[in-house]
C-alpha cells in the first residue's frame, strides 16, 4: 500500500499514501505512546496493522469504520526487545532480549478465548529455549501465497525459525502442529542445525568424502534465507508439446491468452 509508519519520542507518526500514481502522503497520523514506553522495532502486517516492539509489544489497527487507531493488543515486557522477527502476514512474531535465551514466540490465542464482540486481538507466548544468546531471527518465508493471518499461522511452510546465536550456530526450529490457532497454540522442535565445521564441503568434492579439518575454530556471524521469486515454474513437456501442436493448427488471432493447459 506505500504505507510508512516512523518512530520519534513518545509517539508513533503513520504516513497513509494517497492513492494516486505517484507517491504522495496524506499528513501524518500521530499515535501517542506512555512516557515510559520505547519503540525500536516496526513491523507491518498483511492487514495493514503496525506492530511496535520495545519496552512492550503492541500491535496498532486501523478501525474499520473510520479513520482512527488503535492498540488492539499490548503486552508489557521484563526486558526490552532487541531481536524481532514476524512471519508471513505476521501471524507469529518472535522476540529476543539483549543477550537472552529464552526466545518467545507470540501466536494467536485460541479463538475460543477471544470474546466474539471485541475488536481486540489476544497473543499468547510461548518459550523456545536456546542454548546460548540470541544473535538474529528470521522467519522462513511461505511456499506459497497465504491469504490471512489464520492461515498464515496455519501453514507449517511459514512456521520454520531460524535463530542464530552466539555460539556461532544456526538452529532451525518448526512448528509440530499445523493447528496453530488451537488451544495451547504450536509447539516448537528442532528440525535442523547448521554447523559450518561439519556443513563446509569444497567445490567439486563427492558428498561421502570428509570434509577438510578447519585450521581454526568457525563461527556463524550472519544467517539469511533466501526469499522466493516470483518466476513461475516451467511448464511440463507434454504440456509445452501440447502448445506447440495447438499452435501449428490454428492461426495466431484463434489461440486465446487465457487457454488452459
Not at 507517491?23 to 501524518?28: G, I, L, M, V
Not at 499468547?124 to 522467519?139: E, G, I, K, M
Request: charged share 20%; net charge positive.
Amino acid at each position: 500500500a506505500g504505507h510508512v509508519a516512523a518512530a520519534v519520542p513518545r509517539a508513533l507518526l503513520l504516513y497513509l499514501r494517497r492513492n494516486t500514481p505517484t507517491y504522495a502522503w496524506e499528513p501524518p497520523v500521530s499515535l501517542p505512546l506512555p512516557a515510559d514506553e520505547s519503540t525500536s522495532t516496526l513491523l507491518w502486517t498483511s492487514d495493514a496493522s503496525l506492530w511496535a516492539l520495545g519496552s512492550a509489544v503492541a500491535l496498532w489497527s486501523r478501525a474499520a469504520d473510520g479513520p482512527s487507531w488503535s492498540v488492539t493488543f499490548s503486552h508489557s515486557l521484563p526486558r526490552r526487545a532487541v531481536h524481532v522477527a514476524a512471519s508471513a502476514e505476521g501471524a507469529l512474531l518472535a522476540t529476543a532480549a539483549e543477550r537472552d535465551r529464552l526466545l518467545k514466540v507470540w501466536h494467536p490465542a485460541a479463538e475460543a478465548e477471544v470474546p466474539l464482540i471485541s475488536r481486540e486481538r489476544t497473543y499468547d507466548f510461548c518459550y523456545v529455549v536456546q542454548p546460548s544468546a540470541v544473535r538474529s531471527l528470521s522467519w522462513r518465508s511461505p511456499r506459497r501465497h497465504v491469504a490471512t493471518t489464520a492461515d498464515a499461522a496455519n501453514d507449517k511452510s511459514c512456521s520454520t525459525l531460524m535463530a542464530l546465536c552466539v555460539d556461532g550456530i544456526v538452529r532451525l526450529w518448526s512448528s509440530s502442529r499445523r493447528g496453530g490457532m488451537e488451544l495451547g497454540g504450536p509447539r516448537w522442535f528442532l528440525s535442523a542445525t547448521i554447523e559450518p565445521e561439519t556443513s563446509i564441503q569444497p567445490h567439486g568434492s563427492r558428498a561421502s568424502s570428509p570434509p577438510p579439518a578447519p585450521a581454526a575454530s568457525l563461527s556463524i556471524e550472519l544467517a539469511l534465507w533466501l526469499q522466493p521469486t516470483l518466476r513461475p515454474r516451467p511448464l511440463p513437456l507434454h504440456n509445452v508439446a501440447r502448445m506447440q501442436a495447438l499452435a501449428s493448427t490454428r492461426s495466431p488471432f484463434e489461440l486465446s491468452p487465457r487457454y488452459s493447459i
